[in-house]
């Protein structure tokens, strides 16, 4: 599986992944709630950065793989609650 570089906003805009994962970080920030689809296609190296942003309510993963759901439950996931 190669690195994504781009993402969908729930409006139809296409950005960087960096700059739409800032787009989530900034509706966390404001007590808002942020949904990512296809987590299982996000780049690890995110996880951690993306755990620090929010509590775990403000932040839905969605994932079509029974191997991502099991890493993001492992106990050294980074996003673990």
């Known amino acids: 599986m190669g690195d994504i570089?781009?993402?969908?906003?729930?409006d139809g805009r296409?950005?960087?992944l960096e700059d739409?994962?800032?787009?989530?970080?900034d509706v966390l920030s404001r007590g808002g709630t942020a949904?990512?689809?296809?987590?299982?296609?996000?780049p690890e190296i995110y996880w951690s950065l993306i755990?620090?942003?929010?509590?775990p309510a403000g932040?839905?993963?969605?994932?079509?793989?029974?191997g991502i759901v099991n890493k993001f439950?492992?106990?050294n996931s980074p996003l673990h609650s």
Do not use: C, G, K, M
Not at 51 to 55: G, K
């Open 51 to 55: 755990s620090t942003w929010a509590p």
């Open 35 to 42: 949904v990512i689809d296809e987590f299982q296609r996000l």
């Open 5 to 10: 570089q781009n993402a969908v906003t729930h």
């Open 20 to 25: 739409a994962l800032r787009d989530v970080r």
């Open 59 to 66: 932040i839905h993963v969605v994932a079509s793989s029974y």
């Open 14 to 16: 296409i950005l960087r």
């Open 73 to 75: 439950y492992e106990r």
